[in-house]
Nanobody, 124 residues
């Protein structure tokens, strides 16, 4: 069983940059696809970005494409989400998730493991 822990959430001003990390423990998730989702207050959880096990493929929601970058370091059992030019609409709890099928899935049901989330608040 793998446990995922997100970190890096913070309160930042609009236009700022922030990086989130997802660290796995229990076993390596080096063969899993990993995604980031987010859930804003009063809204459903939504897909943000995903990356395959060997970093060969990645996919972004259009709302973050060009501003966010997902990357991973399998030696460290870690996947990062680098976020630039943040705006109020990016305020949410951010979750990482992994699937053993190593597929870029856009829906929650496509992932086997989830972290507990980290809060990102963008406010002036």
């Amino acid at each position: 069983q793998v446990q995922l822990v997100e970190s890096g959430g913070s309160l930042v001003q609009p236009g700022s940059s922030l990086s989130l990390s997802c660290t796995a423990s229990g076993r390596s998730f080096g063969r899993d696809a990993v995604a980031w989702f987010r859930q804003a207050p009063g809204k459903e959880r939504e897909f943000v970005a995903a990356i395959t096990s060997n970093s060969g493929e990645s996919f972004y929601d259009r709302s973050v494409k060009g501003r966010f970058t997902i990357s991973r370091d399998n030696a460290k059992n870690m996947v990062d989400l680098h976020m630039n030019n943040l705006n109020n609409g990016d305020t949410a709890v951010y979750y990482c998730a992994a699937n053993r099928a190593d597929r870029l899935e856009l829906i929650e049901g496509g992932y086997d493991y989830w972290g507990q989330g980290t809060q990102v608040t963008v406010s002036s």
